[in-house]
T-cell receptor
Framework: GENVEQHPSTLSVQEGDSAVIKCTYS??????FPWYKQELGKRPQLIID?????GEKKDQRIAVTLNKTAKHFSLHITETQPEDSAVYFC????????????FGTGTRLTVIP | DGGITQSPKYLFRKEGQNVTLSCEQN?????MYWYRQDPGQGLRLIYY???????QKGDIAEGYSVSREKKESFPLTVTSAQKNPTAFYLC???????????FGPGTRLTVL
């Protein structure tokens, strides 16, 4: 199967600064990489995703980059706001599985006002 | 997301009892999934189903069972064989041909 590692496990930034969360994956055949945001006690919500035929994708203050050669992808949040505080999970889809997602262990982001 | 419901939100059971968690969706999605979430860990796949009357084991299926008799419903039974069942359980679904999985609100199971 796939193995996804996520770093850091916790991240604190000042409001307005940028935050970067990094993930690596093991299976070069993985082809879909979503990022989810989960607030305390709530369901994970998809915030952005990228497919293996694209190197970068942006949506307002959020961007994801993918380096297939190095098998890593990153989430970038610019101009952070207190409401960005949450746990963020990366995931990779194992191509040979039935859309099975393998998740990282999560990053708890705290934005300090 | 609003089209996927899980019940109950909180569930308490005594050790050794089987318990069934409900997951329903009105989104006409073919595929459904059950994940388990523990503190400090990512989501781990328990079972998934791509079509009615068919389901497959995920990474941590031992001690769990599922059924998929209707497209809208994918209940999960946590059996007494599951050694450490206390966790947050999330159900998800996605339409055939798309990548995005949508999650239900979750059920927090506590075994006393």
């Amino acid at each position: 199967g796939e193995n996804v590692e996520q770093h850091p496990s916790t991240l604190s930034v000042q409001e307005g600064d940028s935050a970067v969360i990094k993930c690596t994956y093991s299976d070069s055949a993985s082809n879909y990489f979503p990022w989810y945001k989960q607030e305390l006690g709530k369901r994970p919500q998809l915030i952005i995703d990228i497919r293996s035929n694209v190197g970068e994708k942006k949506d307002q203050r959020i961007a994801v980059t993918l380096n297939k050669t190095a098998k890593h992808f990153s989430l970038h949040i610019t101009e952070t706001q207190p409401e960005d505080s949450a746990v963020y999970f990366c995931a990779a889809r194992w191509k040979t599985g039935a859309n099975n997602l393998f998740f990282g262990t999560g990053t708890r982001l705290t934005v300090i006002p | 997301d609003g089209g996927i419901t899980q019940s109950p939100k909180y569930l308490f059971r005594k050790e050794g009892q089987n318990v069934t968690l409900s997951c329903e969706q009105n989104l006409n999605h073919d595929a459904m999934y059950w994940y388990r979430q523990d503190p400090g860990q990512g989501l781990r796949l328990i079972y998934y189903s791509q079509i009615v009357n068919d389901f497959q084991k995920g990474d941590i299926a031992e001690g769990y069972s599922v059924s998929r008799e209707k497209k809208e419903s994918f209940p999960l039974t946590v059996t007494s064989a599951q050694k450490n069942p206390t966790a947050f359980y999330l159900c998800a679904s996605n339409p055939t041909g798309t990548d995005t999985q949508y999650f239900g609100p979750g059920t927090r199971l506590t075994v006393l």
